[in-house]
């Protein structure tokens, strides 16, 4: 049992060609900075001339976005680069754009899970809180059992959908990565 102890095993690590870049800290920071700040402005601004009704559309496109993005940027890491080899030798739309999709793996991941997302339930929870003060004052009621309501099913909402989502981008990684990158390769096109 000693000699067991002795012996270390040592997990290889994984073939791949994932480029990481030193600055891209700095870089997601300033963006994040920069797109909470812009989302937030908008947001509040725009949301406070806005019927409850609209409101709530805009809250729950909010969540949707949130979760969609955290859909792509597990489907990015889950997503293999090898069946994209004999596409791109093909030159089939798409498959070089997935290619680098899935190269730069932790980046587009960090942009879609963390910036995005982040950002996105910031912005859930200044629209939440837009609502519920503007219930209080319509209804002339505490505003105390709405936003524990509204609070509640937002959150609901983003995690219940994430959580859907997780399952549904780890089976089909190559399938969503294969679509962004054909929607990549229809705006290169364009341009």
Known sequence: MANDDKKKFKVPRPNSN????????????VLSFSLSLAFSLV?????????V????????MIVGVNVLFDLIGTAVLSA???PFH???????????????????????????????GDIAGIISGAATALIV????ITFGINALLPSLLLTGLVGAMTIGGKAVCKGVAMKNGNSVVFMIGKIMALFKKKR
Not at 86 to 111: D, F, M, T, Y
Not at 133 to 136: N, P, T
């Open 86 to 116: 004999s596409l791109c030798a093909r030159k089939v739309r798409g498959a070089r754009e997935a290619v680098s999709i899935i190269r730069h793996a932790p980046q587009v991941a960090n942009v879609c899970c963390d910036v995005i």
């Open 18 to 29: 994932i480029s990481i870049s030193p600055a891209w800290t700095v870089i997601v920071v």
């Open 80 to 82: 293999e680069e090898s």
């Open 53 to 60: 009704g609209a409101a709530f559309a805009v809250l729950f």
């Open 43 to 51: 947001t509040s601004v725009f949301m406070q001339n806005m019927a």
């Open 133 to 136: 003060s503007e219930l209080a």
